[in-house]
């Protein structure tokens, strides 16, 4: 099992940016997918951006341009650069990672504890 660790939440100014980062640990798998995912109070937790294995990327319309997801396969680690944030970007950020086990052909889903993003305005 693949397990999701992030960091990088907090308080920021409206304008401002952060950068969070997710980490994934564990033995046996391979990870076709990592991304990001975010709940605001009373929301339905939606998509905010994804990257594969091979970079390619996908982001929710209103994300465009203002967010960047990376990934650094070697450490199975993924980051979200977060640039001129508002009021509704906060939300609880929840990392996730497809993956598949050795030896198996069936895809899982792995989700961190969330880190909560707060801007102020």
């Known amino acids: 099992q693949v397990q999701l660790v992030e960091s990088g939440g907090g308080l920021v100014q409206a304008g401002g940016s952060l950068r969070l980062s997710c980490a994934a640990s564990?033995?046996?798998?391979?990870?076709?997918?990592m991304g990001w995912y975010r709940q605001a109070p009373g929301k339905q937790r939606e998509l905010v951006a994804t990257?594969?294995?091979?970079?390619?990327?996908n982001y929710a319309d209103s994300m465009k341009g203002r967010f960047t997801i990376s990934r650094d396969n070697g450490k199975n680690t993924v980051f979200l650069q977060m640039n001129s944030l508002n009021s509704e970007d906060t939300a609880v950020y929840y990392c996730?990672?497809?993956?598949?086990?050795?030896?198996?052909?069936?895809?899982?889903?792995?989700w961190g504890q969330g880190t909560q993003v707060t801007v102020s305005s």
């Open positions: 996730n990672a497809k993956y598949v086990p050795i030896l198996s052909r069936r895809e899982y889903d792995s």
């Open positions: 564990g033995r046996g798998f391979s990870i076709n997918e």
């Open positions: 990257i594969t294995s091979g970079d390619s990327t």
